[in-house]
Structures are given as C-alpha cells and as structure tokens.
C-alpha cells in the first residue's frame, strides 16, 4: 500500500513539474504571439535568401550573364572560377544569375541544367558525384561504388538527357583540401567523353591561395574565366541592409543607429555581408524576444558577442573531416596532459585516428599545411620555439576551449565516439 502511495505521489510530482512547466512554455508563446512584431519576413536574413536586387555587384552579375549566356544556345560557355573572401556576395551572385538563366532557358527551350554542390557539406568526391547523379536522375547508393562505376553512370545519364549542365561547386577549396584535385580533374576532361551533352564547371572559392593547390592541368580547364567579387564598403553595406529591412522587418523596427553600427562592425573585418545581415537578424531576435517595437545599438553589440560565440561552433562541425581528425589529435593530447604538441605527436595520433576511421591518412607535411591553416582560423594556436643547438620546433594547442571541441564532436555521427577514445601511442606515451 505504501509502495503504491509512494509512486502515486511521484506520478502526481512529476505531472505537477511537467505542467509547470508547459505553463512557461504557454507564456512564452503567449508573449510572442500578443507582443510587439519587429520581423516581417525573417528568412530574408538568411543566407540562403536569394534577393531581386544585389546593390553594388551589378558590374559582377552582368559579366556572369555573358559568360553563361552561350548556353541559351545550346552552346557549352567557359569554365569559370569565382573567389573573394567570405560574404562578399560570390555564392548569392552566381545563383542569382541562374535563377534568371534558368527561366530564360524555359522560354527560348534551352536543354538546360544546373547542379549545386556544397563541397565543404559533401565532404568527399564519393558525396559530390552522388549529388551530381541525382540531378540527372540516375539512382545510386550513397556509399558503396566505385568513383568510376560512379562516373560513368554520370555521364550515360548526361548523354541521354543531351543537357547543357552546369555544376557549381561551392567551397569547391575545402574538396581539394580534404580529397585532392583528381574529381576535379575529370570533371574538367568530361567533355571529351560527351557528344551529345556538355559540362561547364563554376568553382567559388574563399581562399584566394587555393589555385596553388591545383594541378596545372586542372588550373588551366577551371580558370578559363575568372571573377572576383571585393569586399564591400561600410557604406555599400548599410545599402545592403537597408534593402532588407524593408523585406524582412517592420516600418520603423530598425534604428538607423543599429543599421550604420552593423555595416560599421562588418566593414572593420573584411566588408563581410553575411555578417552584417546575421547581426542585423540577431539582434531583431533578440528584441523580440524582449517584447520591443524596435532594434538598438545596445542589441547589435549583444548579437556581435553571441555570433562570435555561435561561430566557433559552426566552424568547428563544418570542418572537413581530416581538419576534424587534427583537431581532436589535439584535444586528446591535452587530455593526457600535453598543452602544447609538437607536430609529430599530433601526426602520431592522427594516423591511429585515421586507422581506427578506415580512413587513408595524409602525409605528415599535408598534416602540417592543415595545422597552419588551423591557426590562422585561430583553431589552433601553433608557435614556432627555439630548441637550442636542437634547431627549432613548432608547439601547437588548442586555441578554443577543449570542452568547446567536446561538445561538438561528441554529437558528430561519424567521428562522435573519438572523444571519449585513448589511442594506443597516447597509453605508451603517458607511460613514458
């Protein structure tokens, strides 16, 4: 009887705490629906909005109209290789001419396609050629096949649709880096396979060093056309904004002290409008939340300090998967107690990762490019000593919080279990 009571009154507690806590649910609902509106249409914010209008990239979309123009034609246009550091328009400039080519291509009965590949998200060649099939409608496992079982199935599907296709490889920087230029090798030799169907290739890139990276070979088919979108000004960016707060926010929402504050912060980087639009969206959300009618200074600067906090995060699982692998070498040489590795202890570790992942591991000198690279995304902190008559070496360590590292690895669904995992040359090497 007591025993019954006892899971009674639990049963009771645990409804009691549950509608407690539905009832701060119900209010916060409440309050966003009876409150005060700031946003209009908050996905004109995103990244991924793509708007009628680009203030000050007129002169970069009218070069890629001529450019892809040929294919209305039926005719294959140049290659082209786009880069600019980030936010300076590059992806939403190249879409925003598709979309258009593409209608026009339904109006005059152009055989065109497009295909757009994130290749910082598909991570691997095996991923961009699945994406690529499934827009010329062949069926493939996501992993399994051979590239070239891949490949060609690629091309018979192009050949019977007799397409102009047009690949557009975003990021196409962090593929090279993480796979080599081989896809892309072949990707820019398709053509000579092809008689009815022609491929042309759009690369964007955020590194303005990636062309070294490539093969002449490759670097000569890719970059038959290059453009290059500059960052914006401060005042270019307040135009910017300003066409998006009449999309996205209320008449009278936005301060124009918080409109100049949020060009002003993004120009003191590198004119960087995704950064400008995130904190201009931030800081709406977070007056909103507050129940005000408009957004101040006071909440673009609590917007810049949560951004910079979000970012690291989003860096840090956007990763490829061999600068995830370099990092969490690092985490778990902290965790032994090294603060700061050298460059062959981090190597060491690397390859039982990559053992352990089945994963074919990098050279030892690709492993000290991206342990660079690291650092200047200030990943990594990694410092050049002194050793005397023993020349010199370079010191690496975290240059983030290890618990930060933790929490986003640990909910990766490939690299998750690493975390928690002690390679066997760190067991020899905290003996020793």
């Not at 009832?23 to 629906?33: C, S, Y």
């Not at 246009?77 to 598709?98: D, E, M, P, W």
């Not at 618990?403 to 020793?432: F, M, N, Q």
Request: proline share 3%; with cysteine.
């Amino acid at each position: 009887m007591f025993q019954w009571k006892h899971r009674s009154i639990l049963s009771m507690r645990g409804f009691l705490d549950l509608s407690t806590k539905t009832d701060v649910v119900e209010n916060v609902f409440d309050r966003f629906l009876t409150g005060p509106r700031v946003f209009k249409d908050r996905d004109a914010l995103r990244h991924d909005y793509i708007p009628e209008k680009l203030p000050h990239r007129e002169n970069q979309i009218g070069l890629l109209g001529e450019i892809l123009a040929p294919t209305l034609r039926a005719h294959r246009c140049s290659n082209l290789f786009i880069y600019g550091q980030t936010g300076t328009g590059k992806t939403a400039g190249v879409r925003h001419v598709l979309v258009r080519l593409l209608r026009k291509g339904k109006e005059v009965g152009a055989p065109l396609e497009t295909c757009y590949v994130n290749c910082r998200v598909a991570g691997t060649d095996y991923r961009v050629l699945f994406t690529l099939c499934q827009a010329v409608g062949v069926d493939v496992p996501f992993t399994g096949l051979a590239l070239a079982e891949i490949f060609e199935r690629f091309k018979a599907a192009l050949e019977a649709k007799r397409l102009m296709f047009i690949v557009i490889l975003d990021e196409i920087d962090a593929l090279v880096k993480a796979q080599g230029d081989l896809l892309l090798y072949d990707l820019t030799r398709v053509n000579e396979s092809l008689r009815f169907s022609r491929v042309s290739l759009i690369g964007i890139s955020n590194d303005l060093r990636f062309k070294e990276l490539l093969d002449p070979r490759v670097l000569s088919s890719l970059s038959e056309e290059e453009v290059v979108f500059p960052p914006y000004s401060a005042p270019e960016l307040r135009d910017i904004l300003l066409e998006r707060v009449h999309i996205s926010f209320v008449d009278g929402a936005v301060s124009d002290g918080a409109l100049n504050l949020c060009g002003a912060l993004a120009a003191a980087e590198h004119g960087d409008a995704r950064r400008a639009l995130d904190l201009l969206r931030v800081a709406g959300e977070l007056a909103e939340r507050e129940g005000n009618k408009s957004v101040s200074e006071e909440h673009v600067r609590t917007a810049e300090r949560k951004i910079e906090e979000d970012r690291v995060v989003e860096v840090l699982r956007t990763l490829p998967v061999h600068p995830k692998l370099v990092m969490c070498s690092v985490y778990l040489l902290k965790g032994v107690g090294v603060d700061a590795s050298i460059t062959g202890d981090i190597y060491m570790v690397y390859r039982e990762l990559c053992e352990r992942l089945s994963l074919d591991a990098l050279t030892q000198r690709r492993v000290s490019g991206l342990v660079n690279e690291l650092d200047v995304m200030g990943l990594l902190n990694a410092r050049v000593v002194s050793l005397g008559r023993y020349g010199r070496t370079k010191k690496v360590s975290l240059g983030v919080p290890s618990a930060k590292v933790r929490d986003v690895y640990s909910e990766d669904s490939w690299i998750g279990h690493i975390v928690d995992y002690t390679p066997k040359c760190l067991i020899d090497y905290k003996k020793s």
